[in-house]
């Protein structure tokens, strides 16, 4: 039995807590009698049969016929998948995506179904490349499709490839990819990372374009979504439901596939990243203290291409298939039992250590822009309830933040980070005045359509995702960053954790409470 | 009197231009230049005045030759030993305030005009630039007969004089002589420029003369957009407040005009980009920059004095781009078709922008070897145009 995440109250005898820097991470001393630190829940067990238990998700869906019995020869089947974002680190072989789409291929053979397209469901996202396809799928399942041109990858920029399909009682526009729309059925093949992933997000989100998703894209709603994790609260996850509601009236019928995974998130010889400090062995910190010193001596561009080769080993703990209301239901509960943590009250003071890794850079540069996003936009919002830190409360977080973007994946983050950024931090302001000519720039919309480039307002979106950390803290510091590059986001450079404790006085004063979130792994705070 | 004078020391010139890089100082020290104490210019007879110098600016030119930069096409165009200092501002033996418009033009060395009315630096044909009665020289600050503004005194024919109005300045006339050469490079943009509804240049690098391009666009190229690459923060300030419409760093500028245009990069070229750009750094990598942000059959102005720069020009010749120099300034062509002075120009244009504030530092010329390292680094330091003062009686001796 996994034990449950856990939250340790700092005392005099606690060891320093190992803080993620990027491609390094450093042990820092957090204040005794009022510093607590947020451990995750360690990994439930995975699934044992796996592909028996997809099979049997398949056959066994929640309020919906069986797959066997949604296929028929002379129908139009899509499968579309979660893009190269999900999961982070990307797993080992075989992803779950593979086994997932190799299950409902083998349905659909013996229902004589040979009007089948693979779409990899990108939204705004860059293309992924070969590699990665052929990592989330397989080869065989690639190399049957891809050169035939039946797997693809989303275009939210191809008119002839996308579908109106009406508007929410809110207005809010629907269009999503015709093929998908156009089926006799799509099914969705889901990893859900964490509790915001999945649902109606999956097919409104992942296969939708500009058009649909700048009305939840968008500062009033990321702001008000308090938080992703909490779909009771989130106003992202409320307007995608009601597109989704939208493609179930205009008849696209959608059967969804939904899987969880556990938390085990690094291997060896990097698992003592995932463990708790004082049960660190003495291995353990010969690890640490070798991999970090060795870090510290190695290029970046070197650094960073050990640590994006990390596959993790998690695995799968759930997967159910269905209407996706019902499914999404039951995967968030799954999801929540493998992450989340109780905490009591919040803090003065929210720490966190950036990690090398974000939903957006995978093989590729965490850019000042991610590090933001990251930080305001995923650490912060993990939470339930309310957030850690309280209102007016100040925000420490642990990168490099190297003024340094990957000119193939990020073009338009480095006209925002020049531009934009240079005149304004305010989400409000940025999205008027200078959205709308980054989304229609047509040089941005080539290089996502033919290169592997997000697309041009992406970098508005996640600056948009940080909306509400950015609101509801009074300063935000990072701790061993480019210093130009931090002042640039709008945020306060330190040199030490000291330091940074001493210039958030201005706010908290000299003892303030402070919590540490230790992830990843992913958690989930519930702050009662 | 006293005088910084230049001479033709090839040793010292090849040791300057070594050391340049790493001390400025140490090259104004080792260079061709050393202050002395000579006799003033001879007399050159009938239209020739005295002027007694005020201020006089170091020009990135005057810095190219004392540091050993200066391409070797100069050598048969000066004659040596020259006292350096074309930015002048003086007073003649009456009084009267005058700048200084240094070409030593037809009028100054007895030579018929190109067209009546003709300023200084206009004609098509240079030879009176090289042949007597005056020694060779473009312009006083490189003609041993005159003298130059980096003295007690020097010549200048009654050709070059421009009244300072009373109520100007000093410092904001010592800013006319390079304001002139800011506005003549951006009034050769208006070739490119014309029956285009929106017009954009970009100017790249924002010292003195940058910011006078900046000036110059603003104030005589209507409707034009005006786009800088500046590297420090006190450029940056000072491009916006001359007018600059959109101001970044260097390495920013081509995407800054790729996003203002709206097109497309193919490997390092913008495949669109700004109707004409000046260049006011002169180097091979600010020309290649210039060529890389330049539409098709658009324009390059250089104003930096490049001497010899290694380029590849397989874009200029892909693109059919149009690169001129901009050297001084004489009589221009305005957007309306007028004919109008370009010193006329700039005396208008110092005072309405008040080019006051370029002024960064003053030396005396017995501080030359400080007063060239400043402006040697003037960006570095905050600085924009360092020059010499001669107003005190201590520097008339």
Not at chain 1, 325 to 352: C, F, P, S, W
Not at chain 2, 385 to 395: A, I, N, P
Request: hydrophobic share 40%.
């Amino acid at each position: 039995m996994p034990r449950p995440g856990f939250v340790l109250e700092v005392d005099r005898n606690t060891p320093p807590i190992m803080f993620w820097r990027g491609e390094n991470f450093s042990l820092e001393k957090l204040p005794a009698g009022r510093s607590r630190v947020i451990y995750a829940p360690e990994p439930e067990k995975a699934l044992d049969d796996i592909d028996g238990a997809i099979r049997h998700a398949l056959l066994n869906p929640y309020d919906h016929d069986p797959l066997p019995a949604l296929l028929f020869p002379g129908m139009k089947l899509t499968i579309a998948f979660d893009d190269v974002s999900l999961p982070l680190p990307p797993m080992r072989r075989p992803d779950i995506r593979q086994r997932v789409i190799e299950a409902v291929l083998d349905l659909a053979a013996d229902a004589g179904v040979d009007d089948v397209h693979i779409i990899a469901a990108l939204a705004l996202h860059r293309r992924m490349t070969e590699a990665e396809l052929r990592h989330a799928v397989g080869d065989r399942v690639y190399d049957a499709f891809a050169p035939r041109g039946l797997l693809y990858q989303h275009d939210a920029e191809d008119p002839e490839a996308l579908e109106y399909i009406g508007a929410t009682p809110q207005g809010e526009d629907v269009e999503i990819n015709k093929r998908a729309a156009n089926s006799d059925l799509l099914v969705y093949v889901n990893i859900n990372l964490v509790a915001m992933d999945g649902g109606w997000k999956s097919t409104a989100t992942g296969l939708s374009s500009y058009k649909s998703l700048q009305h939840h894209h968008n500062p009033k709603t990321m702001e008000a979504s308090r938080s992703f994790m909490d779909q009771h609260k989130s106003e992202l996850h409320k307007s995608n439901w009601r597109m989704g509601k939208v493609l179930v009236d205009s008849g696209v019928k959608v059967f969804q596939v939904e899987t969880t995974m556990n938390t085990d998130t690094f291997p060896k010889p990097f698992d003592f990243l995932s463990k708790r400090e004082w049960e660190w062995n003495a291995k353990d910190r010969a690890t640490f203290v070798g991999v970090s010193a060795a870090l510290k001596r190695t290029p970046t561009r070197m650094a960073r291409n050990i640590f994006h080769g990390i596959e993790a080993p998690h695995q799968m703990t759930s997967v159910q298939a269905g209407e996706v209301g019902a499914v999404h239901k039951i995967t968030t509960e799954n999801v929540y039992r493998q992450q989340l943590v109780e905490v009591q009250g919040q803090t003065d003071i929210l720490t966190m250590g950036i990690p090398y890794i974000c939903p957006y850079n995978v093989n590729s540069i965490m850019n000042p822009i991610l590090v933001m996003c990251m930080g305001l936009g995923y650490l912060f919002n993990m939470y339930r309830g309310m957030p850690l830190v309280r209102e007016g409360g100040v925000v420490i977080m642990t990168h490099p933040t190297p003024w340094d973007f990957n000119p193939v994946h990020h073009p338009s983050y480095i006209d925002f980070f020049e531009q934009v950024l240079a005149e304004t931090t305010d989400p409000y302001v940025m999205s008027q005045k200078y959205e709308k000519s980054f989304a229609e720039d047509e040089w941005y919309k080539h290089l996502y359509r033919t290169g592997n480039a997000y697309h041009g307002v992406h970098p508005f979106y996640m600056w948009y995702w940080g909306s509400h950390g950015m609101q509801h803290c009074s300063r935000v510091i990072i701790v061993g960053g480019n210093v130009k590059a931090v002042r640039r986001l709008g945020f306060t450079p330190a040199s030490t954790m000291d330091d940074a404790f001493e210039i958030a006085s201005d706010v908290v004063g000299n003892t303030p409470t402070i919590s540490h979130i230790h992830a990843p792994p992913l958690m989930v705070c519930d702050v009662k | 009197m006293k005088a910084l004078q230049v001479s033709r020391k090839v040793a010292r010139l090849g040791i300057a231009r070594m050391v340049s890089a790493l001390s400025p100082a140490a090259a104004a020290r080792i260079g061709p230049i050393e202050l002395v104490n000579i006799d003033p210019p001879a007399p050159l007879g009938e239209g020739w005045h005295t002027v007694t110098t005020r201020l006089s600016g170091i020009c990135g030119s005057d810095l190219s030759t004392i540091e050993g930069h200066a391409s070797t096409y100069f050598d048969d165009w000066v004659s040596f030993p020259f006292t350096p200092g074309h930015e002048v501002l003086g007073n003649l033996t009456d009084g009267t305030r005058v700048v200084i418009e240094p070409v030593l033009g037809h009028a100054a060395r007895g030579f018929p005009l190109p067209f009546p009315g003709a300023a200084p630096g206009d004609g098509d044909d240079y030879a009176h630039l090289a042949l007597p009665p005056l020694e060779p020289g473009i312009q006083t600050g490189f003609c041993h007969s005159t003298g130059g503004g980096w003295s007690t005194s020097f010549l200048a024919h009654e050709s070059q004089l421009h009244h300072v109005p009373d109520e100007m300045s000093d410092e904001t006339a010592v800013m006319i002589e390079p304001a002139a050469g800011g506005i003549h490079s951006a009034l050769l943009c208006w070739p490119a420029l014309v029956g285009v509804e929106n017009p954009i240049v970009a100017v790249l690098g924002a010292g003195t003369m940058g910011l006078c391009a900046i000036a110059g666009l603003r104030r005589y190229v209507p409707g034009v957009k005006i786009l800088v690459g500046a590297r420090y923060p006190h450029q940056q300030a000072l491009a916006r407040s001359l007018g600059a419409d959109i101001v970044v760093a260097p390495d920013e500028l081509q995407r800054a005009v790729r996003r203002e245009v709206g097109c497309h990069v193919v490997g390092d070229y913008l495949t669109g980009g700004t109707h004409a750009t000046i260049d006011a750094v002169g180097n091979s990598k600010s020309i290649e920059s210039c060529l890389r942000i330049t539409k098709p059959r658009g324009r390059i102005v250089l104003m930096g004095m490049p001497s010899e720069v290694s380029v590849d020009l397989t874009g200029l010749w892909h693109r059919e781009t149009h690169i001129v120099g901009s050297y001084t300034y004489g009589t221009e062509t305005m957007p309306d078709g007028s004919r109008r002075r370009t010193f006329d120009l700039a005396i208008d244009t110092v005072a309405a922008c008040d080019m006051a504030r370029m002024v960064s530092a003053t030396y005396p010329l017995d501080d030359y070897e400080d007063a060239i390292a400043h402006a040697a680094s003037a960006g570095r330091r905050g600085a924009v145009k360092v020059v010499f003062d001669l107003r005190s009686t201590k520097e008339k001796h």
